[in-house]
Structure formats: structure tokens, C-alpha cells
């Protein structure tokens, strides 16, 4: 069987999804007029005035690769968000966000003027069983409280009110980020632009030099979602260390943790998170075929089925094979001897390179691109 090099396993996650917009912003009249400058509550001017923001035109600041050029011309996440929005809010100080009422990174408070404390993320097996309680319910509370971020259920050709949104969890919203970052987001094929498969697969957060960069401020603002749901800005996320897994195999498959497999290879009953369904599920970012078919973005409002859960045995169908252990420590060894953090021509097919180990498209004994993928 083959090993999988140390490709990054999203534990629990629902796949897929399209673009998200602040809800405030979803009116008939901000679309039409372009402007995002929502009036926070408790404030009476947009973006909360002087001091804290103020709205402004958005600069398109996108730069289009000629390479990219056909693809650009397809994908909704070009010239964002000055497709959708050209006046937007500019938040002044140690403000942020949509509305300017969150604070920039290292700030917390109403006024984000307290210095945040330096946060411990520990092993998910070092937490005592509150903590481990706290961990479920807080993911749990997430998934059940709608986010202030809707999904656009039509591209944005379509796009022709409010009636195109829909509501999503706070879950959800950030699996629909990580898919939106990725290829199968557009309808590559649909309008005849894209004569290959390559010209229209732009993917911003994998395959590249980006990718933990993108995955660490993806986890951060993920971190702070479930801290703010739950009321608790000192929680932190657990990190695993899979490379410690007895026989290498799922350790927090458990329904301690993030939930057993049945025998059907979905969520066991006995899980807290087995009330979760998923959606989109049909929107495979490996079949052709249906990409080339899909003309909307998947429904999130339709939940499909149970949740997966099924590991080492998702890759059946796309390799005939299985991954029948996690990473092995001589593996993550080897891919440490790397110096080199990412080499040309810096996508999957980069030989010796740190990020393409980590990212399981090399061989985790030579280094070399690997040719199965
Ligand atoms: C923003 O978009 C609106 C609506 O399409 C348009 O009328 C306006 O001229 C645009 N403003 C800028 C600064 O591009
Ligand atoms: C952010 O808050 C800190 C702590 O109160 C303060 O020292 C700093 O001046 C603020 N930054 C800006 C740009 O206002
Ligand atoms: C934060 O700002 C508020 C309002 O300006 C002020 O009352 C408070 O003292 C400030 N706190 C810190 C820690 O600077
Ligand atoms: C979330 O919703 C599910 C299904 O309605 C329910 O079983 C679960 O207890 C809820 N969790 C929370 C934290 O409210
Ligand atoms: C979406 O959520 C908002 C805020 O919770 C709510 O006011 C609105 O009614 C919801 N819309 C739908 C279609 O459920
Ligand atoms: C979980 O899945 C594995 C692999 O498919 C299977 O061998 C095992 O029996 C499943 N566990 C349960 C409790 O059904
Ligand atoms: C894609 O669309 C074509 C034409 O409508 C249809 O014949 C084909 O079965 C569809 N394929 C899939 C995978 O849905
Ligand atoms: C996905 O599509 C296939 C074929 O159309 C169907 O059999 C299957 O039930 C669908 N899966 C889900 C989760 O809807
Ligand atoms: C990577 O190494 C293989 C095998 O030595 C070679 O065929 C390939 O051209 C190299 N790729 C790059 C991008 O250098
Ligand atoms: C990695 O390379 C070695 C040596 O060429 C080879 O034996 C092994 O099958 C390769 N592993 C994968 C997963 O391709
Ligand atoms: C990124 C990419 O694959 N760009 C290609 C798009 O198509 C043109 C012409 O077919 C190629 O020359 C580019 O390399």
C-alpha cells in the first residue's frame, strides 16, 4: 500500500462551498449600489466614523497573470471584492472587519486597545476531560449558530438579490472559505472560456508557496470564530500530533474526541457531532465531469446525509488504494532535512522542496515530486 507522504488530513470538516458575503451587505440596495458599508450596532455612522472607520472607494487591486487570463474571466473570487462591492469600509487603528468592530490581530476589548496575552495551543491528548467536553461542545455550538457571513447560491452572473443567499453555520462558513480557496469554485467550463482544465483550476491556498501561510491565518480567524461563539477569547485550538499515533493510525477517531466510523464509514451514532450532516457532498473537486456540469454553486441549505468518516479509505475510489497509516516520524524527519522551503516552479510537481513534502505531492524518501498524483 502506498504511504501518503504527509498530506494534511482535515478532520471532521464537511466539504465544500462557494462564495460568502457579510449578510448586511446582502440588501437589494448594496448590491446594486456596490457599497458595504454597514452602520455597526450601537453606532450611528457607516463603519462606525472617525476613529474607527470610514467608507471609502475600494481600489481594484488585482493583478491578472496573462497565464491566468482565461480563468480570471470565470472565477468569482477575481477583483474581490470590487466585483461585488467598490465602496467598502477602512478601518483606522487596531480596527478591523467588514463593520470595523473587530479588532486586528493582538487586540482585544470594545475599544481594541488591550494588548492580547500570549495563548498555548496543547496536544488534543493532553486535555483533561473538561477540557476535551469544552472542545466538543464549542465545535458543536459553532455548527448551530448561524454566521453573520451568507452564501451566494447562484455565481455572480446570476446573483440578482438577497433571494440568492442563504444562511450557513459558523462551521460551515469556514469549510466553505477552504473550498472557496481552492479550484473547484467556478464554473470552469460552463461558458466555453476555458479551453484546459489548467487555464481555469486557480488554487490559492494548496500547491504552492502559500500554502501554510494560508492555513495558518486560515486557522487563526477559525480560532477566533469558535472563541467568540462560545464567549471564551483564551480558548485555544488543540493541535494533534499524529506522528505519536499508536500504529500510526486515526488516535482521536474516538468518540472522545472527533467521532468514531461506524461499519457504513460514516460518523458513529455515538458521537456528539452525529446530528451533523453534510452538504455539498456531490460537488467533487476531482470528478471533471461534474465540475464541467455544475452552472450554481451546491446548495448548502440541503443537508445530504451523515458525515463521513472513514479513514484512511477516502482515497479508494481516486487511487484504488488506501492510506493505511498517518505519516510515520522518519517521514516527517526526512521532509525536515529540506532546506529549501518551496523550489521552482513552485506548484505540486517541485522537487526538494519543504512545502511540497508537507503537503504530500513528493515522495517522502527522495523528495521528488511524486508522479501518482
Ligand atoms: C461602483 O459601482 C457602482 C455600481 O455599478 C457604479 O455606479 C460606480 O460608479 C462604481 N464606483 C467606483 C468608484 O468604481
Ligand atoms: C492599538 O492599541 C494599543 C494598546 O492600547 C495602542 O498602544 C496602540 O496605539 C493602538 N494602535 C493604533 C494604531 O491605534
Ligand atoms: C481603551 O480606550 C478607552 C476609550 O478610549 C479608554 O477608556 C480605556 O482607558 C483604554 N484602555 C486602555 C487599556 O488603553
Ligand atoms: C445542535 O443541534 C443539534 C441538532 O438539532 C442538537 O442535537 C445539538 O444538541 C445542538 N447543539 C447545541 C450546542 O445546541
Ligand atoms: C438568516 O439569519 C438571520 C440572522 O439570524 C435571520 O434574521 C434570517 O431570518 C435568516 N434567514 C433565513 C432565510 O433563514
Ligand atoms: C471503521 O472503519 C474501518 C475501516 O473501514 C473498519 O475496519 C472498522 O470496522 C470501522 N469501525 C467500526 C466501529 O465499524
Ligand atoms: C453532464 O451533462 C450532460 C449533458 O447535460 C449529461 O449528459 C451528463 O450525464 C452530465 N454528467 C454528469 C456527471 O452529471
Ligand atoms: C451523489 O450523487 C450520486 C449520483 O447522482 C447519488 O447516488 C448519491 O446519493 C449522491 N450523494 C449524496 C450524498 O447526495
Ligand atoms: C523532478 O525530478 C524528476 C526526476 O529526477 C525530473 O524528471 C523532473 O524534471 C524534476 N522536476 C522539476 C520541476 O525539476
Ligand atoms: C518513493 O520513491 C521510492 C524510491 O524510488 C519508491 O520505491 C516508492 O514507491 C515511492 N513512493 C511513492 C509513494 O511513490
Ligand atoms: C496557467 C496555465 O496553465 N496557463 C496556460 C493557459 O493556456 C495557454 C494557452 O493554451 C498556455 O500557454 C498557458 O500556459
Redesign the pocket.
Known amino acids: 500500500m502506498k504511504a501518503f507522504g504527509l498530506l494534511i488530513v482535515m478532520v471532521g470538516f464537511s466539504p465544500r462551498g462557494d462564495a460568502q458575503f457579510p449578510r448586511v451587505c446582502t440588501n437589494d440596495a448594496s448590491l446594486e449600489s456596490k457599497e458595504c458599508c454597514p452602520t455597526p450596532v450601537g453606532f450611528t455612522e457607516p463603519c462606525g466614523g472617525l476613529g474607527r472607520g470610514q467608507c471609502a472607494d475600494t481600489p481594484d487591486t488585482t493583478k491578472e497573470d496573462p497565464d491566468w487570463k482565461e480563468a480570471y474571466q470565470v472565477d468569482d473570487r477575481r477583483h474581490w471584492p470590487h466585483v461585488f462591492f467598490n465602496r467598502t469600509c477602512q478601518c483606522e487603528g487596531n480596527f478591523s472587519g467588514h463593520d470595523c468592530t473587530r479588532c486586528t490581530w493582538g487586540y482585544r476589548?470594545?475599544?481594541?486597545?488591550?494588548?492580547q496575552p500570549p495563548a498555548m495551543r496543547r496536544n488534543i491528548r493532553d486535555l483533561s476531560d473538561e477540557e476535551k467536553d469544552t472542545l466538543q461542545r464549542y465545535f458543536d455550538r459553532a455548527k448551530n449558530t448561524t454566521s453573520n457571513y451568507v452564501y451566494a447560491l447562484e455565481f455572480k452572473e446570476n446573483i440578482r438579490g438577497r433571494e440568492d443567499f442563504a444562511n450557513q453555520s459558523v462551521w460551515d462558513f469556514f469549510v466553505a472559505m477552504h473550498y472557496y480557496a481552492s479550484r473547484a469554485t467556478m464554473p470552469p467550463f460552463i461558458t466555453g472560456i476555458c479551453k484546459t482544465e489548467a487555464n481555469c483550476s486557480l488554487d490559492f491556498a494548496h500547491k504552492g508557496p502559500a500554502f501554510t501561510t494560508w492555513h495558518r491565518a486560515y486557522l487563526l480567524e477559525f480560532e477566533r470564530a469558535v472563541q467568540v461563539v462560545n464567549n471564551d477569547p483564551d480558548w485555544t485550538l488543540p493541535y494533534w500530533d499524529w506522528s505519536a499515533a499508536e500504529d500510526n493510525q486515526c488516535d482521536i477517531c474516538t468518540n472522545e474526541y472527533v467521532g468514531a466510523n461506524d461499519t457504513d464509514g460514516n460518523l458513529d451514532s455515538g458521537s456528539v457531532f452525529a446530528s451533523w450532516g453534510i452538504i455539498c457532498a456531490n460537488l467533487s473537486s476531482f470528478d471533471e465531469e461534474i465540475r464541467r456540469n455544475h452552472t450554481k454553486p451546491c446548495d448548502v441549505t440541503e443537508v445530504l446525509g451523515k458525515l463521513n468518516r472513514n479513514p484512511g479509505q477516502a482515497d479508494l475510489d481516486r487511487f484504488g488504494e488506501s492510506m493505511n497509516h498517518l505519516p510515520l516520524v522518519t517521514e516527517v524527519d526526512f521532509a525536515l532535512r529540506f532546506a529549501a522551503f518551496d523550489t521552482r516552479p513552485y506548484n505540486r510537481n517541485s522537487n526538494c522542496s519543504f512545502r511540497n513534502l508537507l503537503e504530500g505531492y513528493a515522495n517522502t524518501s527522495t523528495g521528488k515530486s511524486r508522479e501518482d498524483m
Open positions: 476589548g470594545p475599544d481594541c486597545n488591550i494588548t
